[in-house]
């Protein structure tokens, strides 16, 4: 791990501030969200960037009960489950595509 010898310290309801170096060398800005992990006797800060819950893919991602789930992995979990997808032509407009029981 690469020491940046910046301190800070931390007021009365555990917050701090990151440099503005730091801020624009991760592109955080303004609203974003950070993840925290723990590691030994570290606090790491990482960008959060929403990704897919089984492959950690981050295009085309759809929301469902908080969780966040890719395109592909709903494809993939309809073939695994029995169905068989009819996907859209490349004319329509609609980014959807239908499911058919193979069962």
Known sequence: MKS???VRKVDQLGRMVLPSELRASFNIKD???LEIFTSNDMIVLK?????????????????????????????????????QLK?????SENNSFELEDIL
């Not at 960008?47 to 969780?67: A, C, Q």
């Not at 996907?87 to 004319?91: D, H, L, N, V």
């Open 47 to 83: 960008k959060y960037m929403p990704s897919d819950i089984f492959t950690g893919e981050m295009e085309d991602l759809v929301e469902y009960k908080g969780k966040r789930v890719s395109k592909n992995s709903i494809r993939e979990l309809a073939r695994l489950a029995g169905f």
């Open 4 to 6: 940046t010898g910046i």
């Open 31 to 33: 609203g974003d969200s």
């Open 87 to 91: 996907e859209p032509t490349r004319s």
